[in-house]
């Protein structure tokens, strides 16, 4: 169900030093911010080139050993899940903006998956942080395929949603092409009435197949056509080789991002109750519909601190290496006013999520018992 | 025309083929932080200089001595002219920050040297100027951009039967775009007698250059060595603090055939503002009339109201008061919207900006835009009435 927001707030006033204490991190976080976040994003940035090129060259070892062949999808999975994660979606936030950099900007970036940069950034940025798990507004929700709350009436299809959930993290580029981003936009046909698109349809769907066929160009015919020139059968172990890391990369990107929203006790909130938030009511709704994991620093890394997503929800444009320090300051806050904070392992999270997942595929018992009558 | 613009097939071609593989376009882009491992401070979009000397002019006035790198992985810088300026990128607490100044040696002392020298003031409660200073000295390496700007003599006055006579007006450190256009000339000049002998024409030229005392005047042996060197120069140095500033007083005691006389006015906008109008006032055409300032021009609005600024990306409105002239990139920031932004002074063209709607009045050209869509350069442009923008 929904939380009902209203009755489970804290006053006014509470929320009101609430949102100050919060304000708070942020400023002195930013206060932080400088020489030593450029020369983090591009030593993490270096990291992620060296293992693409090192990673397609070890691909094409491979024709002399099969051990370098290993090596290169990991290198080329390490680089595709560092592109999209630590790099893309925190530069396509404008977390590094004010670095000034060309190649480091909003504007300009685009990343190496599917999902073109530039339409995932006019959606996700406005449409998912704004109306976060709100059910009906927030695309992100279960992405159009999974009931992941009982405010989803209950239908046939999802008895089988645990074959869609594995389905849709492996080819998750492809998820967040067509449902995030662009596709069903503009195959789906009815333009929302409400909805004020900020590009237009066919501005989407050119951007849409112009992202689509580069990535096929470059993973399932140039490189192998490339490795093909030392001997034909190269081509079948590289295109192997690109689809295995990509299929890498589609777990890990979507294991993340559903245990930062999908997990037991993240929550879900009606349209209604959301309108006119003070800043301290939209923070309160960020925590209550976000979730956090533990690990290591590098863990973090690769998780592009997503592991913080409670931290990216409320400073999104915050560099986002800073999560780790803010979560322990905003875990204290939270204890302070008695707000809940959902944190744990990531095995915790993430079977959370897959008994969810598991939970929603079957009717609540009011449905049950009113299908029988 | 066209054809000049628009990328021939093959580059389109080849940065489709960047795009695929790299996300970049351009291969170097996606390569660029590696490079840098080899080549520090190198980038796709600048050239790279090494700062030879940091010298010292007065108090409050310094001059960078510059070598743009050459070598197999640095572009040639390109060539430049008497009176262009350059963008100066330093990176100060990890971001990138422009500035432009003028150039104020000569093309002739570079194609001699491979220098170029930037003489720039510090500005008390700048930002950046004063950090420079401290921050560069020899041996360390910078950004720059190619030169550009129309600031410039008309290049063909030299082989001239009748030499045009110009009339330089310098106020402080406006000086430095007059210091590269008279070396040039002087240098020119030089080589020329050489070749032709003492017969070669010579360009007349007046310099009117205010400063604000006389103890203190940037280059003032070097322009006095000058009019030694280079007959048809004149020099009249003025006191600003004494004398006061440019007025129909001064042109005719300093320099009577200011008539006949085509004017470069460099310096201070109100410096410039106030020439302009003492020039108009003789009825000098406007085409007779070159201007160059750094730093936007102020503007007086005349009849708008209290407007309301909508950045619709960032779902933000900003309500401005009635007296307000601040820029649209200003007001951006005051929002915490940041814009990608240069030079801050409509030269650099990173901040454009896709206008949904509204006029704006743009203080470089001093013109009000067309009330529709259009891209504009928020760091010259100022709100007038309700504007909104894809920010």
């Known amino acids: 169900m929904t939380t009902n927001l209203a009755s489970n707030r804290p006053d006014a006033e509470t929320l009101k030093a609430f949102e100050n204490d919060l304000n708070k991190i942020r400023e002195d976080t930013m206060a932080k911010v400088g020489e030593k976040d450029a020369r983090y994003i591009r030593k993490i940035i270096r990291i992620q080139r060296s293992s693409d090129i090192l990673g397609r060259l070890s691909l094409v070892l491979g024709f002399f050993n099969p051990l370098f062949w290993i090596a290169g999808v990991a290198l080329l999975a390490l680089s595709k899940i560092l592109d999209n994660m630590e790099i893309g979606h925190n530069i396509m936030h404008g977390q590094y903006d004010w670095m000034n950099d060309p190649h480091i900007n909003s504007r300009k970036f685009d990343w190496d998956i599917w999902g073109d940069g530039a339409s995932w950034k006019r959606y996700h940025n406005h449409e998912h942080h704004t109306y976060t798990n709100i059910i009906g507004k927030d695309r992100d929700y279960g992405y159009g395929l999974l009931r992941l709350s009982d405010d989803i009436s209950w239908r046939p299809k999802n008895r089988f949603q645990f074959i869609t959930y594995t389905l849709l993290s492996s080819f998750f580029q492809f998820g967040i092409a067509y449902h995030e981003v662009a596709g069903e936009r503009i195959f789906a046909g009815k333009p929302k009435g409400n909805s004020i698109l900020p590009i237009s349809r066919e501005e989407l769907k050119h951007s849409f197949f112009a992202k689509i066929k580069k990535q096929v160009f470059k993973e399932y015919l140039f490189f192998p056509l490339l490795a093909a020139l030392i001997s034909w059968p190269m081509f079948f172990a590289v295109l192997a080789g690109n689809m295995i890391a990509e299929f890498i990369r589609n777990w890990w990107t979507s294991s993340v991002i559903f245990c930062g929203h999908f997990t037991e006790d993240a929550q879900t909130f009606d349209e209604a109750e959301c309108e006119n938030e003070t800043r301290g009511e939209w923070y309160y709704r960020q925590i209550l519909g976000s979730s956090n994991f533990d690990g290591s620093r590098k863990f973090h890394i690769l998780t592009g601190h997503l592991s913080c997503q409670i931290e990216h929800h409320l400073y999104p444009d915050v560099p986002a290496h800073h999560y780790v320090d803010m979560a322990k300051q905003v875990q204290q806050v939270c204890g302070k006013y008695n707000i809940p904070y959902n944190t744990g392992s990531f095995a915790q999270q993430y079977w959370t999520v897959v008994k969810r997942v598991a939970k929603y595929s079957f009717p609540t018992e009011q449905e049950q018992a009113a299908a029988v009558s | 025309m066209n054809a000049l613009i628009q990328p021939s097939l093959a580059q389109k071609g080849w940065s489709w083929f960047s795009q695929a593989l790299t996300q970049h376009s351009s291969f170097s882009g996606y390569l660029q932080p590696l490079i840098q491992m080899l080549v520090p401070q190198w980038t796709t979009d600048a050239y790279r200089a090494q700062v030879v ?250 009849n708008s109201e209290q407007g309301v600024v909508l950045f619709q990306a960032s779902e933000k409105t900003l309500v401005s008061e009635k007296d307000k002239t601040n820029t649209l990139l200003e007001q951006a920031e005051e929002m915490g919207i940041k814009p990608v932004s240069g030079c801050r002074i409509g030269v650099c063209h990173q901040c454009i900006c896709k206008k949904k709607s509204g006029v704006v009045f743009n203080t470089r050209t001093q013109e009000y835009s067309d009330t529709g869509c259009e891209e504009i350069q928020l760091c010259i442009s100022v709100a007038q009435g309700d504007v909104v923008l894809d920010l």
């Not at chain 2, 402080?172 to 030089?190: A, D, E, K, V, W």
């Not at chain 2, 120069?233 to 200011?258: M, N, P, R, W």
């Not at chain 2, 006949?260 to 503002?273: L, V």
């Open chain 2, 53 to 302: 000397e940091v010298r010292d002019e007065m108090a409050d006035m310094y001059t960078l001595v510059l070598k743009p790198q050459t070598g197999l992985i640095d572009r040639q810088w390109p060539e430049f002219i008497a009176g262009q300026f350059i963008e100066l990128m330093v990176e100060k607490d990890g971001a990138r920050t422009l500035r432009c100044f003028s150039i104020s040696s000569s093309p002739a002392y570079y194609q001699k040297t491979g220098l170029i020298e930037l003489s720039i003031r510090i500005q008390q409660q700048g930002r950046i100027t004063p950090w420079i200073r401290q921050q560069l000295e020899p041996g360390s390496l910078v950004n720059i951009s190619q030169a550009q700007g129309d600031f410039i003599l008309p290049e063909t006055m030299l082989y001239r039967r009748k030499a045009e006579k110009l009339l330089l007006i310098a106020g402080g450190s406006g000086i430095t775009p007059f210091r590269s256009m008279l070396q040039q000339q002087t240098m020119q000049q030089l080589a020329m007698n050489k070749s032709m002998g003492e017969s070669s024409p010579q360009l007349d030229i007046h310099l009117l250059y205010y400063s604000r005392d006389d103890q203190q005047v940037a280059f003032q042996q070097e322009l006095e060595q000058l009019q030694q060197d280079y007959k048809s120069l004149t020099i009249s140095f003025v006191d600003s603090e004494k004398e006061g500033f440019i007025c129909a007083e001064h042109l005719q005691a300093y320099c009577s055939d200011y008539l006949e006389r085509t004017a470069f006015i460099c310096g201070p906008s109100p410096m410039i503002q106030q020439a302009r109008k003492v020039l108009a006032e003789f009825e000098v055409a406007s085409d007779k009339i070159n201007f160059e300032f750094f730093g936007a021009a102020p503007i007086e609005i005349e």
